[in-house]
Structure formats: C-alpha cells, structure tokens
C-alpha cells in the first residue's frame, strides 16, 4: 500500500476525513497583505470558528466517560504518575531514578548573571543521602511554583541572551495539587516530588504536609468549581495568619463549602457575592490546613469541568491569545504543551505535560503517526481531516487546530517564534512570542523546511464528533 494510502487509511480509523479543500498554491493574502502582517479580526474571535462547525457544542464525554478516560490516559501516559498506586515504600535504587529522569538530556549550562561561580548542582541533589528505603511524605502546593531539574533557582541557558528560555525550568505546580516528597536538597529549601503530571524539584515552601488520605482525598471531595477563565484570585483565610490574595490557573479545581452561614463574613468580607471554597494553606509548622477561601463570582468559573465538546475547548484556547510565552510555565504564563493542557483541563481531562508525551499517549481517541517519507499531499490530506481541538506535533512543539478554511487547517499556538517564507522567497523567522492563531501551510521551521512536512503525529483527545 502507498504511504499516502497508509495514512488515509489511518485517518478514517481515527475518525474520518473531512471533505477536500483545494491545496493552497501561494501564500494566503489577508486585506491585500500577504500573512503574517494581516489577519481579519473576526478571525481572532473564537466564535468566528466555532460557528463554521456544525454541531460544535455537542458534548462528547458525560462525567463518567471523561473519569474512563482520565484513568487510562494516567495509567498508560507517558510522564504521568497516579499517587493512588504509589508504593508504601521506594528502594534507593527507585528514587536516584526518577531524580536523573528528569536532568537525563538537560545539557544547558547554568548562566549567573553577575560573574559569580554556580553552585554545585550535584552536591545540592544530595544523591548519597538518599536512605535504603524511603517512605513517601504527601504534600498540596498552597501556590503556583516552578518545577525545577535541580535543587536551585539558577537558569540554565545555552547563552547568556536566551533570557527567554530556562532549560532548568520544567513545568510548575498549581495550588492543591498532590505531590509525594521523596527526597530533600543538601540546603532543605528544595524537594524532590512526584505529582500527577511530573517529577522534580520544588521549593519546600510552597508545599503544606499533610496525612495521605487527605492530600489524596482533596481532589475527590464534591462538589467543585473550576477555574475556566486564564486566572482568577482567591482570597484565603487561613486560622492563624492574615488573609492573602493568590493567582490561580485555567482549570485548578477547588472543593466548595456550601454550608457556610451566609451572614458570616470571611476574611473581613461578605459572601454573598463570592463563592466559598477550601484552599490549601500552609501552617506555621509547615504542616496542611484547608483554610477558608473566597472565589468572587464574577471569576470566570464553573460548577465542575466544563461540558467536553470542541466548542468549549476552542472558546478556553482563544482566553490566552496574545498570552506571552513562558518557557515551563516559568513567570506566570505558559509555553506550548502546558497551553493546550490546561485548555483540556478546565473540561476536566488529563494529558501529559509535555508535547513528547502528549504525541506519544496510545490512550486518546486516535494518535496517527507519519512515516517520515510521507509526501506533502498526504501529510494535507491527513491534516484537513482533523477537528478542532485536535493537536498536531511537530518535534519540540505542539498546536491545536481551530478550524479549516479555502487554504488549509488552521491553528491557535503558544510560540516563541514562528518562520514564513518573506517577500523575497527566503526564510524570515517572526519573534510571536506569545498565544497565536495561523494558517498552518505557510509556516516553516526554523531550518527552512515546511510545518507539514516536519509533522510527526496527529493526536484526538476528544472523539470524533457524532456527525461525522
């Protein structure tokens, strides 16, 4: 069978194709400019592309389908970890393991900024101290904090201008997710955790201790609001310190106390026009308490994850545009993986966390790879059959696909930079730096080589609509 044929047939096993679009055959020309100068506003809405879909707000998973779900992308998903099966007690052996994990490949070298000699990231890993067996300690994280490849803040750059990009940077942990410490830095400031969707390093501040089934229980206790807006801020309360205002992300989910008498102020405030919710905080000790917490209603929240359709999905994407890209989520934002992420997550599904993973899960709804010989017209043929939501992989890199039109699929992306093919014919690399949409033919690598024909895989991680 040809490859082209191969991946048709791929294709129609992952959902069916769409109906053809003429190949695009010279750059698309938007208001007289040639792309990427000018895109129609209308085009920058996500209304714009969910009402060229039909059926677009059907929902695709019920909670129970989207809970199935959860559990075998956790069981099988690559970097992914369920602390419900962590063992009572890890070798020496199983926790030096998971500590070169995550440095293994991480070849930048740590630039200090003013001249002074790094610091001995390996003596602050503290591998010898490691005992036989270790017993896991349970923690919340009670604030947004990076996930670091080693025990220390330095930045890892490949040269001192790459001010952008952090290679020690990893990912970041949200308030109240779950993590089991496994291993602490020679300094104590730093602990080594495995959390559901990555394993590193993390300062010991940002985590309260408390009993297994507690940490464990705080993801389960019903009902909840979700956070579905980019961020919201939530008042805390906790019993022995003054309250404290706290960023939250697109899709942090926090138990609601539905018994809280309404006459009765919290952190100086009235609740009527806020929701209550419990929120991981940190006692003196160091140790978990789930302090009162007060979510205005005005935050662009909801009662649980929001439906699972493609229109929901595309509308959560489109609240980023124009975010600026963060390398591992490090300043506050995100970069390209933890981007679609945590649009998946505010409609309550779990993904890995990094692209190469996302591409690699077996436990979507329909992964196609592509031989690397395929030729452009499959490659095409392949991409105008996705559905919005879909992600297509390139190495290094992931983008969602938004919609199609005369031209091609197009594609909303968290990108620190992106190439087009100038005015004179040669690569012109574009600093975008931040959430975009684009049509995805014209785009090129960094080497001059088209984005379709750098396409790796193609992942569903919703099902195929209905409809079709």
């Known amino acids: 069978m040809s490859v082209a044929r191969c991946l048709l047939a791929a294709a129609l096993a992952t959902g069916g194709l769409l109906s053809p679009v003429a190949v695009a055959t010279e750059p698309p020309v938007f208001n007289g400019t040639p792309f990427p100068e000018s895109i129609p506003a209308e ?52 926790v030096r393991a998971l500590i070169t994990g995550v440095a293994a490949g991480n070849k930048a070298l740590p630039v200090v900024a003013d001249g002074d000699m790094a610091p001995d990231l390996e003596a602050l890993v503290a591998r010898d101290a490691i005992p036989p067996e270790v017993a896991p300690r349970f923690a919340l994280a009670v604030r947004r904090a990076d996930l670091r490849t080693f025990p220390s803040d330095l930045p890892g750059r490949a040269k001192p201008t790459d001010t952008d990009i952090d290679r020690f940077q990893e990912s970041a942990l949200f308030p109240g997710t779950p993590v089991a410490i496994l ?31 507690t940490v464990l229980g705080f993801a389960g ?63 003196a000790d160091g140790r978990l308490v789930l302090a009162p917490a007060l979510l205005p209603r005005g935050t662009d929240s909801h009662p649980g994850p929001l439906p699972a359709s493609r229109a929901n999905l595309l509308r959560q994407a489109f609240k980023f545009l124009g975010e600026r890209y963060c390398w591992g989520h490090r300043g506050g934002g995100r970069d390209c993986s933890g981007f679609v992420g945590e649009c998946y997550r505010s409609l309550g599904l779990v993904i890995p966390r990094n692209s190469r993973d996302q591409a690699a899960c077996t436990a ?36 969602m696909v938004i919609g199609h039109d005369e031209r091609g699929p197009w594609i909303i992306h968290d990108s620190h930079a992106a190439t087009v093919r100038g005015p004179d014919g040669r690569p012109r690399r ?13 785009l090129l690598r960094d080497d001059g080589r088209s984005m379709v024909e750098a396409v790796t895989v193609v992942q569903r991680y919703l099902p195929p609509s209905p409809e079709r």
Do not use: K
């Open 183 to 213: 291993h602490t830095s020679a300094d104590g400031r730093y602990a080594f955790v495995v959390a559901p969707h990555y394993a590193a390093w993390v300062a010991g501040a940002a985590l309260a201790e408390g009993d297994r089934t």
């Open 221 to 283: 206790s019903q009902p909840r609001r979700v956070v579905t807006g980019p961020t919201a801020r939530v008042v805390v309360a906790p019993p022995d310190g003054a309250a404290e205002e706290i960023v939250v992300d697109m899709g942090v989910s926090l138990p609601e106390v539905t018994d809280w008498p309404l006459g009765q102020p919290l952190a100086g405030q009235g609740t009527l026009a806020a929701t209550v919710v419990r929120f991981p905080s940190r006692g």
């Open 364 to 399: 979507s709804f329909g992964r196609t790879a592509i031989v690397p010989d395929a030729d452009r017209e499959a490659r095409l043929t392949l991409l105008r059959s996705l559905e919005p939501g879909d992600l297509v992989h390139v190495p290094g890199h992931v983008m």
């Open 43 to 94: 085009r920058l809405t996500a209304a714009f592309w969910t009402e060229r879909v039909a059926a677009c707000d059907t929902v695709l998973l019920d909670a129970a389908a989207v809970a199935r779900q959860n559990a075998g992308v956790l069981a099988t998903g690559p970097g992914l970890h369920d602390l419900a099966r962590l063992p009572e007690r890890l070798s020496r052996d199983e």
């Open 430 to 442: 574009l600093p975008t730096n931040s959430v975009v949409i684009s049509p995805l033919e014209p």
